[in-house]
């Protein structure tokens, strides 16, 4: 059984910096995209970033400039580097991966990890 494990969240004043990661473990043939979203209360999840297998990322016009989704195919595991954290970035922060391949013809649609918490504070 394949799980995603964050990590990296915490507090932090306006400007900071903060470097989530995210690794997938158990038995992976492959994973396609992997991503980053977030959510605070009351609010669906958004999509901050994104990046596939072959190196295509994108973001969030809130995030642009700000953060960069990393990814080492070797290990399965996706960062994001959160530099100049505003408060409103304040939320938890989910990685999920698309396309989980446990073999050459057998995948999970998606999976999430369990959440790490981002506060900033102003």
């Known amino acids: 059984q394949v799980q995603l494990s964050e990590s990296g969240g915490g507090s932090v004043q306006a400007g900071g910096s903060l470097r989530l990661s995210c690794s997938a473990s158990?038995?992976?043939?492959?994973?396609?995209?992997m991503s980053w979203y977030r959510q605070t209360p009351g609010n669906e999840r958004e999509l901050v970033a994104s990046l596939t297998s072959g190196g295509r990322s994108s973001y969030a016009d809130s995030v642009k400039g700000r953060f960069t989704i990393s990814r080492a195919n070797a290990d399965n595991t996706v960062h994001l580097q959160m530099n100049s954290l505003k408060p409103e970035d304040t939320a938890v922060y989910y990685c999920?991966?698309?396309?989980?391949?446990?073999?050459?013809?057998?995948?999970?649609?998606?999976?999430w990890g369990q959440g790490t918490q981002v506060t900033v504070s102003s």
């Open positions: 999920r991966a698309d396309k989980v391949y446990y073999s050459r013809n057998h995948y999970a649609l998606y999976l």
């Open positions: 158990g038995s992976i043939f492959r994973i396609n995209d």
